[in-house]
């Protein structure tokens, strides 16, 4: 008998081989689903494809789908209501949560379960993932329109996945609101906070305040310099640059949206950043306010202080008139009204805001602020609508129930409102302001501050542990913000947008404990071919060498890095362009002399970044220790000068920017002939050079001499645009080991500048001394 048993278990032992073989890979999907098991073989679609549904809200998120085959491949699936059988058979299932779904595929069939039409939605967009890319084709095309067997049970982790779109400070045209819509909807992003007022414009028409667009919607052309360095406009210039959404428009971006189950919250910005509203209504700012009244092209200085006035009723009327035309537009839940970054300078001294203090017994300007949004507050919810609102709200009494975003820093602000019992978002700006560079600043256009990579965001997690239990409760969601300062064209704004979206879906929907980086940069690629397919215009910065150069012992180490993994990075050292035959970088490279590193990331072969190109140039100073070294002082002597982002984290700074100094220890005398020290200009951030620099020499490091003394004017220290000046000086052959420079801040920028008030700050980099 055991040998017949043995028989039979050799005869079966290739067709379990070949079930093996025949099984799929797990199929790649951003954002990971909660548990995913792949089948054996493929599900076609085709012409005879029927999909059954229950009732005509299923049917309407089957048809969209559907459509997607009529455009891409030349065919349209059937569609039948209430039938029971069916290819793609859709089954509500009460006991699964709200958004929640349940897939089955296999070569025969699809079975979606799901209790809500999101969830059927969400389970709709997984397919469309699972298909072949040339889905997105808006003509027909020849592909595999073929899907893996699979089964998943899939559940968000938050129900607030949102997106901040900025159309303010770049208009896009609907067109291209409606195509980040759907690129939204694959990622499973249920929320479109759509920022439309602002300094710098106003986007949509009021049809009782028609003033609003026609002088709010439109600024001057300052597109000549950087956003931050854009000097306010003068009376009679022309105003060329913006545009606005008409109502008929804003009722197709919202019903877009809604058939893709995403809501459009819309933010009208109180009382401050409100110049754009305010040059069309003048009579809504405080009477003490004596500037020009325009929509403001940049930062705007101290014309971003002015604000509605918080003592003139009229300005509660006209808001709220505003809000009246706000609320039919939006069927939203949540109506966003602003409240940061509100200077109190002109309510200080409002005598109509100083009475309504008086009347109101307020304390302070802030607590006028409490009032004002209290007041606006109260008004949206008699509406049925809640109010969200920035984390200064915190700064005084929050309005009751009103939801908190918070952003300043790490977001932490808003922990305040939580403790005081309120619901809250995460939108922290360290990590989810996509303005922010989001790959090594040596490839990326022009923006602000520092970097926030794909990796970043994707190891964002909003819950902390220190945090007190209730907290959590509290939290609604995450949320990537897009301020546009930098982009000009609908173009920059995808760049900015794209893949970062990706990874703030994975943050927002997926479980901690089941995200895996790797496994989410093969789906994020797969959605990327699909936005490649829709012209989106992605960044590839992925894809870049962030490269490190450190002083150790007398030598130059030099650590190259890429966010990816999967990646191999390729390098020569003689002025040759990397290939895929080049050295493969291992471990960090040591340098003792001249000479030019250039790099790139490859994959199978391929070029996949850009070519990192570091010119190393050796002199006196290079490789020398930095005695006490503070901050980042290291890149003074690493024998690379840096760029013209001054943020590239090759210039050096100082927190204290009054007075400071720092002492290269050349290891031993020296003949010194010249000192060279490079300062870098950025004058929209307020970084400029001192007032003053000095240079010491000493042989013993106790005894110093000075040997230079450069003193700089005001107008040299302020004079406008991104540049490098090199501070040069003659050391007439001297003998020391070690070099002091010593530099006294250049003070607080003065009141013409585009940041009046602002502590200017000093960047050097590079030290050389022959």
Known sequence: MKYTLLYICLLLLPIVAANADNITRTPDIVPAPVQMVPGSGNFRFSDRTTFAVENAEQAGVAKSFVRLFTHAAGFTPKLKTGARKGDVLFVTDRSLKSEAYELDVTPKNITIKASDIKGFFYALQTIRLLLPPSIESTKAVQADWTVPAVQIKDEPRFGFRSFMLDVVRCFIPKENVLRIIDCMAMLKINTLHFHLTDDNGWRIEIKKYPKLTEVGAWRVDHTDVPFHSRRNPKPGEPTPIGGFFTQE??????????????????????????????????????????????????????????????????????????????????????????????????????????????????????????????????????????????????????????????????????????????RFVMTPARIMYLIRYQGPQWFEPVTYFGNITLKDVYDYEPVQKDWKPEYASLLMGVQASLWTEFCDKPEDVDYLAFPRLAALAEVAWTQPEKKNWPS??????????????????????????????????????????????????????????????????????????????????????????KTLVLPVKWNKATAKPILNPVSNEYVLTNGLRGSLKYTDLEWCSWAKNDSISFTVDLQKEEKLHTFTLGCITCYGMAVHKPSVIQVFVSTDNRNYRKVGETRFTPEEIFREGTYIDDYSLDMGGVQARYVRVKAKGAGACPPDHVRPGQEARMYFDEMIIE
């Not at 809640?386 to 602000?413: F, K, R």
């Not at 012992?553 to 002025?575: A, F, Q, S, W």
Request: hydrophobic share 40%; aromatic share 8%.
């Open 249 to 422: 428009e804003i009722k197709e971006i919202v019903a877009y949206a809604a058939e893709r189950q995403i809501e459009v919250i819309p933010e009208i910005e109180m009382p401050a950043h409100a110049n754009a509203a305010l040059a069309s209504y003048p009579q809504m700012v405080c009477p003490v306010v004596d500037k020009f009244l325009g929509v403001l092209p940049g930062l705007g200085g101290d014309h971003a202080g002015i604000i509605f006035c918080a003592g003139n009723d009229s300005v509660y009327t006209f808001l709220q008139d505003i809000i009246d035309e706000i609320l039919p537009l939006f069927p939203s839940r949540y109506i966003h009204l602003g409240g940061d970054e509100a200077r109190k300078t002109y309510w200080e001294k409002c005598p109509l805001c100083q009475a309504r203090m008086k009347k109101e017994h307020l304390a302070n300007e802030e607590d006028l602020q409490g009032y004002f949004m209290k007041r606006m507050s109260d008004y949206v919810q008699s509406k049925g609508r809640e109010v969200i609102g920035w984390d200064e709200l915190t700064n005084t009494t929050i309005p009751e129930g009103v939801i908190i975003y918070g952003w300043q820093g790490l977001g932490n602000a808003a922990l305040k409102a939580a403790a005081q019992g309120h």
């Open 520 to 609: 989410f940069l093969k789906a994020m690629d797969v959605y990327n071919e699909h936005l490649a397919v829709k012209g989106v215009e992605y960044a590839r910065s992925m894809y870049n060498i962030q490269h490190t150069i450190t002083p150790v012992d007398g030598v130059l180490r030099v650590k190259l890095e890429c966010v990816r993994p999967d990646m191999e990075i390729h390098y020569t050292l003689d002025g040759s362009e990397p290939a895929a035959a080049s050295s493969l970088y291992s471990g960090e490279l040591t340098l003792n002399k001249t000479l030019t590193v250039k790099c790139a990331t490859f994959a199978d072969g391929k070029q996949m970044g």
